[in-house]
C-alpha cells in the first residue's frame, strides 16, 4: 500500500467520531464500497484503538487508517500499535507531528494560521489539514495558500461537503475530511454507503 498513491485517487477522509468497534468494519465496508480510500477513528470515540486494531486488520493493505484528534506522543505510539498508518490532529503540536512522522506515518496535522501551518511543515508535515475551515473561510484558504509551499497539499476540514466542495476545490484545497456529513452513529451502513457515494460523486465533478 502506498499511501500517497491512496490520496492521490481520491483525498477524501472519512472521519468517523462516536464509531464503536462493534460498527467499525460495517461502516468502513460501506465507505470503501463507495471508494473512500482513507478512514480515521477519533481518539474521543468509544474503545478507539480497538476500532483502529479491527479496521488495520480488515482494510489496512487497501485502504489508508488509523486515528484523529490526537493530541499526545504517547497516542502516536498507541496509534502504531493498533496498526494504524494515518495520525490526523485538531492543532500543531509538533511533538506529535514529529513522532508521527518518525514512526512512518501520514501526517495531517491541523493549523488555522501560517504559523503553524510553516511550524507544522518545518516538524515534517507533508500535508496540512485547515481546520476548522468554514469559520475562516475560502478567503482564509486562499491568503494562507499564496504563502505556503505550493508541493504542501491542505486538506479543508469542518464545515465542507458535498454541497460545497466545487468552491472549495476552486480556492485550491487539494482534499476533504468529512465527518457527520458521512457517519454520525444513528445512521445505518446503507445510509453511510449512499452519502459517501454523493460525497465522492461531489469530488469528482468540483474537478
Not at 487508517?65 to 504517547?74: F, I, P, R, S, Y
Request: net charge neutral; charged share 15%.
Amino acid at each position: 500500500m502506498n499511501p500517497d498513491l491512496l490520496l492521490a485517487e481520491l483525498p477524501l477522509v472519512a472521519i468517523l467520531r462516536g464509531v464503536t468497534p462493534a460498527r467499525i468494519e460495517g461502516v468502513a465496508g460501506a465507505l470503501f464500497a463507495a471508494g473512500i480510500r482513507a478512514i480515521e477513528v477519533p481518539l474521543n470515540s468509544p474503545d478507539p484503538f480497538k476500532s483502529i486494531e479491527i479496521l488495520a486488520r480488515a482494510f489496512g493493505d487497501r485502504c489508508l487508517t488509523g486515528a484523529g484528534t490526537v493530541l499526545t506522543v504517547g497516542d502516536v505510539d498507541r496509534v502504531v500499535d493498533a496498526g494504524g498508518k494515518l495520525l490526523v490532529t485538531p492543532n500543531t503540536h509538533v511533538g506529535v507531528i514529529a513522532r508521527g512522522v518518525e514512526k512512518g506515518l501520514t501526517v495531517m496535522p491541523g493549523f488555522c494560521t501560517p504559523s503553524e501551518g510553516f511550524a507544522a511543515i518545518a516538524a515534517g508535515a507533508k500535508i496540512l489539514k485547515l481546520f476548522p475551515a468554514s469559520t475562516g473561510g475560502i478567503g482564509h484558504l486562499q491568503a494562507m495558500l499564496a504563502v505556503l509551499p505550493k508541493a504542501v497539499p491542505v486538506y479543508a476540514v469542518g464545515g465542507v461537503g458535498a454541497g460545497n466542495m466545487s468552491e472549495w476545490r476552486k480556492a485550491g484545497a487539494a482534499g476533504f475530511g468529512l465527518g457527520s456529513e458521512l457517519f454520525k452513529p444513528d445512521f445505518s451502513d446503507a445510509d453511510i454507503a449512499a452519502r459517501a457515494q454523493k460525497a465522492v460523486a461531489a469530488f469528482k465533478a468540483a474537478g
